[in-house]
Structures are given as C-alpha cells and as structure tokens.
C-alpha cells in the first residue's frame, strides 16, 4: 500500500523558516521522482518543486525560486522542502507526490500523493 505522509508544517512569522518532510513506503522510491505542490484557500493545486530520482535534477516555480529547496534522502525514503523567506502568501496546504516520469509541472500527471500538511505564514 503506497503512503506519503507529510509533516513539519505550522504557523511562521513572515521571513522565517520551515522544513517540510514526506515519508514515503509501499513503492520504490528511489526509482520514482517526487514534487511538492500546495493549495491555497480559493485557488487550485499548484506545482511548487520537483526532484527527480537520483537529485540530479530540480525544478521550481517562479514563485518560489530561490527561497525553497527541494531535497530527497533515498536511504531513507523521504523528500524534503526547505522553505525559506517565508511570506503570507506561501499559506497554503503542502502535498508531496510521487511519479515514475519526471518533469512534469500537471497535477494530472502524478501518480501518488499524500494528505498535505498547512503552512501558514502570518504575524
């Protein structure tokens, strides 16, 4: 049974930081590239970085370039976002998921997801 299981998220101050991590089992995850998107109240599910199998590989969202970093650890199944500078509007929940082909920015596209965690960014 394949899990994705998210945790780190919380309440920040803007210009702070939080590490979001994923928890992955029942696939093989060093095989599988895997993304982080987010929802914010009102608005769709949005891409906001990707990794692919071997870490060689990364892509962000313009939104978020430069202040995010995504990571993965392959011994221990599990993707990380670290997320820095933070702002209100990264409020939203945060989902990772999981794909056998990278590179795509599509919801649709992925195979697995988890059940989010909320980041909420406020003062």
């Known amino acids: 049974q394949v899990q994705l299981v998210e945790s780190g998220g919380g309440l920040v101050q803007p210009g702070g930081s939080l590490r979001l991590s994923c928890a992955a089992s029942?696939?093989?995850?060093?095989?599988?590239?895997m993304a982080w998107f987010r929802r914010a109240p009102g608005k769709e599910r949005e891409f906001v970085a990707a990794?692919?199998?071997?870490?060689?590989?990364?892509d962000y969202a313009a939104s978020v370039k430069g202040r995010f970093t995504i990571s993965r650890d392959n011994a221990k199944n599990t993707v990380y976002l670290q997320m820095n500078s933070l702002k209100p509007e990264d409020t939203a929940v945060y989902y990772c998921a999981a794909d056998r082909s990278p590179g795509s920015r599509l919801v649709a596209e992925w195979d697995y997801w988890g059940q989010g965690t909320q980041v909420t960014v406020s003062s």
């Open positions: 990794i692919n199998w071997d870490s060689s590989r990364t």
């Open positions: 029942g696939f093989t995850f060093s095989s599988y590239a």
